[in-house]
């Protein structure tokens, strides 16, 4: 028996007007969370106001750059939201001192010798890239030894979002279009973890997409789509008390509507380096709240900077629920690093609008001068510097350092190369030189060319700093933990002696705690900057070297792999390629041998995984 046409009708409106109210009452807000805001001045209410340069006022009437690209839906509402947003400056760009070097026609022999190095490393990036998309296409890495692939930041496809503007620099157009295809079908929905790390999802994924973004002109809108989704998304991580974010995320938990705080004990990498991503996202799409989320950060970095156990300078340990630093710790190395080297890059990617990166920058400096870089005695009395970490006892009134070198803290010296330039600081030029002199020291003088994880050297104890083998040994025999009975009865010479035979310490060496090498990119990173930065023929050559060096270590049959011990003769091979090799390493090499016009630093400011970020530009 069929229904007349019109009670047909009133059934079926009464069936979809039911349906709808069990869709936005039940399944609506479980997809919420992963759809970004359509309205970015959502009102805010249990947070107090920013202070400092960064304090909220009245959000602009206009986005800063361009309205929102797509419409979304509303997500849940927060558990703490903001009063009011701290807007993006809105100044015209200041004037910021030019950072390359004026490069002079280069003579035929120079330009080849640079084409076919240019070559070489194009083909080891191709090579690498040829062999993630056959074995790991869309997966987070390549397992470079057996062919397979690894899930470790999230299973969205970080070595295909992290390679994205290498690509487009390589002009590798065809497998650039074939990636762009690959980003559309993300869902950041899911994901193959319980915990997120919002540092390292940051700095990749969300780089990733802004970088290839601004470096091919705004070709692809699915970048800024899929980066204002993520930004969206990684928003809920500021969902606490004082908008600190929870630096490793129970992402699930919150979906959920679970309540979360900062963590008391935050590494201030991850707290203190989201600053130029989100700055980007919120310059791109006009949504002021990324900006705010990282500004109030800043802030907190402002107000105890002058307030830590060394003055200048924060610990690696951050308690972020609070807002404050209790740690003893410091360094420039890991666990620390890019909120160092974000400060000046944050400076040039607003334009020099807000003067408080230049100030908080430069209180830096003085501490580290004195504290953190320190000159090694070598063998061939070579005028380097490296960073170290250091121990402050507060009861001692003492400062402790520990004179341990890591690869991580090669970035010290462009980070004070720009700083030198764009701060007019040209004492500093000096300092940054010696700091990459002393990375490119540690790849020469280790037996395969390539500067380990961890190591460490004695400090010359004056300005003249002559080499003492009997001190270098002492301090070898010194700093070694290990019971061993071969050296029972020695002098303190000859267990040193001893010792580095057996550890294979390169001579200058102390200690050698961690002998890998993992496909690192901050030592080149700095060489490609001091080179465009004076021109000196001397820096190409060196990271020529250097990655020769590499080529010969950590190629697999089918791409390159990290290395257990840079002293052995012949090195072992893990099976795992960070995608930084593709997204970093190989860049830089890259773009050492191109023409200085390509990734001029005076156009872009590279984040932390060399992702480029357009400049604004003074008129």
Sequence with gaps: MFLPRRKFTVVALACFATLSLWYFKYLQPTLAPFLPSHDPQQQLSNVPPATGPGAPVAPPSKPLVQEPIVDHVEPNSEHYPVKSLIPLPTNAPVFIPKIQHTFDSEAQEDKAERENRLAAV?????????????????????????GGHST????????????????????????????????????????????????????????????????????????????????????????TPNRMPVTRW??????????????????????????????????????????????RITDVLDREQNQTALPGLWPVIMDAKAGKFKDVGFT?????????????????????????????????????????????????????????GIRVNINADKIKPDYTIQHLGCFTGGMV??????????????????????????????????????????????????????????????GYDKIDRFTEGMSDEDKGRWIAEDQRYPEGFTSLSDSRYILRP??????????????????????????????????????????????????????????????????????????????????????TEAHAFKRPKAT
């Excluded at 601004?214 to 969206?232: M, N, Q, R, V």
């Excluded at 791109?284 to 705010?292: C, E, P, R, S």
């Design 122 to 146: 194009k083909e080891s990036f191709v090579r690498s890239w040829g062999a993630y998309k056959k074995y790991a296409w869309k997966q987070d890495e390549l397992a470079p030894i057996r």
């Design 332 to 388: 420039l190395g890991g666990m620390a690093d890019s909120t160092y080297e974000y400060l000046p890059k944050q400076h040039m990617l607003l334009g020099g609008t807000n003067p408080q990166y230049k100030k908080m920058y430069e209180a830096t400096m003085t501490p580290v001068q004195k504290h953190i870089f320190f000159r090694p005695m070598t063998p061939d009395n070579a005028d380097i510097l490296f960073p170290t």
């Design 152 to 239: 470790i930041w999230g299973g969205w496809g970080a070595t295909l979002v992290d390679s994205l503007d290498t690509l487009w620099l390589m002009g590798l157009k065809e497998d650039y279009e074939d990636a762009v295809k690959a980003v559309d079908e993300i869902d950041f929905s899911t994901i193959q973890s319980d915990q997120l790390n919002v540092f390292e999802t940051t700095i990749r994924y969300l780089g990733g997409f802004l970088g290839a973004y601004d470096l091919s002109g705004g070709k692809h809108s699915i970048l800024l789509k899929k980066a204002k989704d993520l930004g969206d998304l990684l928003y809920g991580a500021f969902d």
């Design 250 to 295: 129970q992402w699930e938990e919150w979906r959920k509507g679970a309540k979360q705080e900062a963590h008391e004990s935050s590494l201030v990498a991850e707290v203190g380096s989201l600053t130029l991503e989100f700055t980007r996202l919120a310059q791109l799409t006009g949504d002021a709240k990324f900006y705010d989320a990282i500004q």
């Design 522 to 607: 901050e030592a080149i990173e700095s060489v490609f900057i001091f080179y465009r930065m004076t021109g000196e023929k001397q820096y190409q050559d060196a990271a020529w070297r250097m990655f020769q060096a590499i080529e010969k270590c950590t190629r697999t049959d089918i791409a390159n792999a990290a290395i257990d011990d840079v002293t052995a003769k012949h090195p072992k091979k893990d099976d795992r390629m960070e995608s930084f090799w593709m997204a970093e390493t190989l860049k830089y090499f890259y773009a050492i041998f191109a023409d200085p016009q390509v990734l001029s630093l005076d156009d872009y400011v590279l984040n």
């Design 417 to 478: 190369g720009i700083g030198a330039k764009i701060f007019d600081r040209p004492d500093d030029l000096r300092t940054a030189r010696q700091l990459v002199d002393g990375c490119i020291w540690a790849y020469n003088h280790t037996q395969n060319g390539i500067m380990p994880e961890i190591f460490a050297m004695a400090a010359c104890e004056d300005e003249h700093c002559k080499w003492d083998e009997e001190k270098w040994l002492k301090a070898v025999a010194t």
